[in-house]
């Protein structure tokens, strides 16, 4: 048996109601939401920086154990120049290199261009030995990577030279 089916008539759904309360019910949220204040946001930890100053002391004249950091310009390679200040400190530390045998090492040599780590840290442990009173220098070139600068710093820490001066330029007009 057939039925008539009646045609279904399409209705229609007014979204205004549903766009009002949805906006009613965010600017509620917006007005009621409690921001976080700067007091809330600051890390819960503290970090403690050393003291430090602006030291505008000289070099000394002896006792002075230098490493410069700079460019080879003959060998167009970087690489650590040890020496040291005084006449007497230098004789023994020229000496020390040649019973080591580091290569090109002559009794006369007052400077020694030092490519690796390893022979810095024989180097710096020699000056310590050498002159107890020593105070150690760094001078790099600006052109030179803060690596070369990291690593005589690692080498000196480990040798137990930790109290060194970084030679700097004086500011222009001061």
């Known amino acids: 048996m057939s039925k008539i089916h009646k045609k279904r008539v399409g209705f229609v759904l007014d979204m205004t109601p549903l766009v009002d309360i949805t906006f009613l019910l965010l600017t509620f949220f917006m007005f009621t939401a409690k921001f976080k204040s700067e007091s809330e946001s600051e890390t819960k930890y503290e970090v403690k920086r050393p003291k430090s100053t602006v030291d505008s002391t000289k070099l000394p004249e002896k006792d002075l154990f230098m490493i410069k ?19 007497k400190d230098r004789d023994a530390l020229a000496k020390f290199m040649v019973e080591q045998k580091y290569p090109g090492a002559e009794l006369t040599n007052a400077q020694f261009a030092i490519k690796d780590t390893v022979w810095l ?12 009173a020593a105070k150690f220098a760094v001078d790099a070139d600006k052109r030179v990577r803060f690596q070369w600068i990291e690593n005589a710093m690692e080498v000196m820490r480990r040798n137990r030279a930790t109290t060194f001066n970084f030679v700097t330029d004086k500011k222009q007009g001061m």
């Open 69 to 87: 950091i700079g460019i080879d310009s003959t060998a167009k390679d970087t690489a650590y120049f040890v020496s040291m200040v005084s006449e």
């Open 121 to 132: 840290s024989k180097a710096v442990l020699a000056g310590r030995g050498i002159n107890g």
